[in-house]
């Protein structure tokens, strides 16, 4: 598992270096789901595919690019990857990320659950590139690069990736929300009776429209929510193993919680029965996704 853990730290610091010099250009080219594919989406997926043909654990592969999962090795495990999350907000600067899931042989990924993760990573590419990592007691963040040599070692050394966080604990209250798929609330009464809620009581707004920041962040204020319910005009767009079950991963793993938007249990529950499975999604500090469980009458 630190084999594997490793070849995807690589593949972060590789598409750091990527999205520092690649033109952020639409190619013209098309993903599955119709998102037209910035130049900086194609190398990233490059990348990670790269890095789990080289790898020696890795056996499949699967990129939200082209939900598929492939044959790449030899080894034991099934890496799930969302090569860079944020395609249109990417051209505006802004941060995006990588969000990575990773099962083992015994269930590979079709008919697994989040649950059966054996780790997540997600990578945050702003100022600095940070990647989550949950490891056997917690959740971990690492930090990139920082210094052109890399990041020196209590002994002196130099190594590229240093840990910045360890055993990091979301609170279970909260005064930070990021409301996704807003249009909803027009349809949602409970939605709409939600986001009321929080400007009532003066929560802070915090949303970029990248799922990586908007949820990543509650790792660095150790609190946070992310809501995203659905409606007949406003259907899931999140992915299920790309995206919510390795952030429900690592956010329950720092003490957070999940609803699937539907039954109101963790998305970890929910079998994976296709590649391009979408969910709803609420995830963060406990009491708000109970509040948002609550609110949308969630049973």
Request: hydrophobic share 35%; glycine share 10%.
């Amino acid at each position: 598992l630190q084999q594997v853990i490793r070849d995807m730290l690589d593949a972060c610091a590789d598409i750091t270096e990527a999205l520092r010099t690649a033109l952020v250009t639409v190619e013209g080219s098309a993903n599955t789901f119709g998102d037209a594919q910035l130049s900086v989406d194609v190398i990233a997926d490059n990348i990670m595919w790269e890095a789990c043909k080289s790898s020696s654990v890795v056996r499949e592969g699967a990129s939200e690019e082209d939900p598929i999962v492939r044959d790449v090795g030899e080894g034991e495990y099934t890496v799930c990857w969302d090569p860079l999350d944020g395609s249109s907000i990417v051209d505006n600067n802004w941060a995006v990320g990588t969000m990575i899931g990773i099962w083992g042989s015994e269930t590979g990924l079709i008919g697994a659950t989040g649950n059966d993760q054996k780790t997540a990573l997600i990578a945050l590419y702003g100022p600095r590139t940070t990647v989550l990592v949950g490891l056997e007691d917690g959740t971990y963040e690492f930090s990139y690069g920082c210094t052109p040599e890399g990041c020196q070692l209590p002994d002196g050394s130099w190594e590229p990736w240093i840990c910045s966080r360890d055993k990091i604990q979301i609170a279970e209250d909260c005064k930070i929300f990021s409301p996704a798929n807003l249009r909803a609330a027009q349809e949602v009464p409970g939605y709409k009776k939600l986001v009321d809620h929080y400007m009532t009581e003066r929560y802070t707004l915090r949303y970029s429209g990248g799922l990586v920041p908007d949820v990543y962040q509650q790792f660095t204020k150790n609190q946070g929510v992310f809501t995203n319910p659905t409606s007949k005009a406003s259907p899931a767009k999140l992915r299920l193993a790309f995206e919510a079950c390795p952030f429900g991963y690592l956010v329950e793993k720092a003490g957070g919680k999940t609803s699937d938007g539907v039954s109101g249990g963790s998305v970890l529950d929910v079998k994976i029965e296709a590649v391009d499975q979408r969910t709803p999604l609420a995830i963060g500090s406990a009491n708000e996704v109970d509040r948002f469980n609550e609110y949308l009458e969630l049973k």
